[in-house]
């Protein structure tokens, strides 16, 4: 299995249309140096719910579905997750359990950070944590607008739809 | 009262910034005035910020009282800024246009308020109301992103409270779309306010009932009849005991039951 990404986030041509991945030349080099880059079948599960959050995934290529499940094995998809996006980042902020599971629907490359280097990168490197911010508050419109299609039965896209 | 002008409730004057005294509003609050002197704040995840940082939020904030029942902002509405909640409780929730309504979660004091919408630029996801006379410091979006790109001690600390947020929304979906029986979420709910309150290792775990049923149901996606019932049911079964407003778990075990039964 072979990935197109290359190794180096610094000769990445994609990462101008990714917004963690966006970042100046310093702040990428420190990024390089922290990251193991992985490729990985489909199927892979990167993270399951109720695991200590070891680090978090940076989806290089391939998608990620996110779900939840209840004890008696139930499953709820949350959404899909595509290429630029970052998994596990709130349970490996926050220093909880994850509340998802990711597992890959494609055969995928993924760079993964330990926990203990990103919060250190994170602190060292503002740009890098405004994007994080950023993107944590895109993940938490997506879980708001899930929980209200699954609580009141719409979405904000439906809604738009309907208007 | 809907949120309008940002002045319309009771801001602190300047002339009471200055001084240092502790002002009275008329909601029966002693308003924190400067954060730089807040004793709570080493035990607020966002307001434990090193000293350079907190005189810059000094310099943007708006310290505002509420009284109970004031709407901060409405679900829809364009980002205007973020709430730091002070002092009080806010009832975040979402609404659908019969009207029905399903209360998030209700903020306590530390949080900060309309945080996703402000960074990202995107309409409030959620409706902010005070249940209780509140002490909220306001920011301006423009001044609160300048803040995060000139203090990065901050960025951090609204990263970790936008993953507790996130974190929170997850465990919603999962209670929402997950739980079978009304009576599981709100055995789920008891046992999760009672391990709040840090009741949760006594043989009969006691905690504060703030919600009326109609919000509590609210909170768990049913009716308000549907409530009573459950309450009922449990008082019946000996699992609860109420005591005014305070209601007593008498049967810890029988409540887990409830709560795992998917």
């Known amino acids: 299995m072979e990935s197109a990404i290359p190794h180096s986030c610094l000769d990445c041509t994609l990462r101008p249309d990714r917004l963690f991945c966006d970042l100046p030349v310093s702040t990428l080099t420190a990024f390089n140096a922290v990251k193991s880059d992985m490729v990985c079948p489909r199927n892979t599960v990167l993270f399951r719910e109720g695991q200590p959050a070891r680090g978090v995934f940076v989806l290089c290529e391939g998608r990620a579905k996110l779900s939840v499940c209840s004890a008696s094995g139930k499953h709820l998809t949350l959404r899909v997750a595509g290429p630029g996006e970052v998994l596990g980042l709130s349970a490996a902020l926050s220093g909880s359990d994850h509340e998802v599971t990711a597992e890959l629907i494609d055969n995928s490359q993924v760079a993964m950070v330990k926990r203990k280097d990103l919060l250190s990168f994170l602190r060292e490197h503002r740009e890098a944590c405004l994007h994080v911010v950023t993107l944590l508050s895109q993940d938490l419109h997506i879980a708001y607008d899930r929980v209200r299609s699954v609580g009141l039965g719409r979405s904000r896209r439906s809604r738009t739809r309907a208007s | ?262």
């Not at chain 2, 904030?61 to 829809?76: D, I």
């Not at chain 2, 209780?132 to 970790?160: G, I, T």
């Not at chain 2, 929170?168 to 929402?176: F, G, I, K, T």
Request: charged share 25%; aromatic share 6%; proline share 4%.
């Open chain 2, 1 to 262: 009262m809907v949120a309008g002008r940002l002045d319309a409730p009771n801001e602190v004057s300047s002339a009471h910034r200055h001084t240092g005294e502790p002002m009275l509003s008329p909601y029966g609050l002693d308003i924190i005035e400067s954060c730089l002197t807040c004793k709570m704040r080493t035990e607020r995840i966002f307001c434990d910020l090193p000293t350079s940082a907190l005189q810059s939020f000094e310099s943007i904030k708006y310290a505002t009282a509420y009284p109970k029942g004031a709407v901060l902002f409405v679900e829809g509405q364009a980002p205007r800024g973020i709430f730091v909640l002070c002092k009080g409780r806010v009832k975040l929730s979402i609404c659908a246009t019969d009207g029905k309504t399903l209360i998030l979660k209700i903020a306590e004091p530390g949080e900060v308020l309309g945080l996703s919408a402000t960074v990202s630029g995107k309409p409030y996801e959620l409706t902010a109301e005070t249940i209780d006379p509140c002490q909220v410091n306001f920011v301006k979006r423009e001044d609160f992103l300048r803040f995060l790109k000139e203090h990065s001690e901050a960025c951090f600390k609204v990263a970790e409270q936008l993953s507790e947020k996130y974190n929170n929304a997850c465990h919603e979906v999962r209670s929402l779309g997950l739980s079978h029986s009304a009576g599981e979420k709100l055995a789920k709910l008891l046992l999760e306010w009672s391990s709040k309150n840090g009741e949760a290792n006594k043989q009969e775990p006691r905690l504060k009932l703030a919600l009326t049923h109609e919000e509590i149901a609210q909170m768990i996606g049913t009716s308000r009849e549907t409530v009573t019932r459950l309450f009922a049911d449990l008082k019946k079964r000996q699992i609860v005991q109420a005591k005014g407003s305070t209601l007593v778990i008498r049967n810890k075990a029988a409540l887990k039951v409830m709560a795992s039964s998917n």
